[in-house]
């Protein structure tokens, strides 16, 4: 009889810990949420100063409007990896040429 009360006072002991973490957590939540609610009450009150542009399906729009657009994109793109793809053949041709008088300190045995 006296196991069985001992076991049941530890079930009792650990519901109550578990219960507590349980509340200590779910206040944490509640404060995060609270915190969560503020910031976006804020982030509102600045986006419904700007109205949303109106929306212009591209099927339905100029085609040759849409074409110079996308055409000017493209460019733009190009001229980005070609910029890019010219540091990097510059930063290869470093590599490769580089001087190996400098490296001459990584060649020397040490005792």
């Known amino acids: 009889m006296v196991i069985w009360a001992v076991l049941v006072l530890g079930l009792l002991a650990m519901l109550v810990a578990l219960g507590y973490r349980l509340f200590r957590k779910g206040m944490a939540t509640m404060h995060a949420l609270g915190e969560l609610m503020e910031k976006t009450e804020r982030l509102s009150d600045l986006t419904d100063a700007e109205p949303e ?49 400098r490296f001459s300190h990584l060649l020397r045995k040490r005792h």
């Open 53 to 101: 542009p109106p929306f212009h399906p591209a099927a339905l729009g100029p085609a040759r409007e849409y074409a110079a657009v996308r055409e000017e994109r493209r460019a733009r793109n190009a001229t980005i990896r070609h910029t890019r793809r010219e540091a990097r053949i510059r930063r290869g041709k470093l590599l490769v040429r580089a001087d190996p008088s």
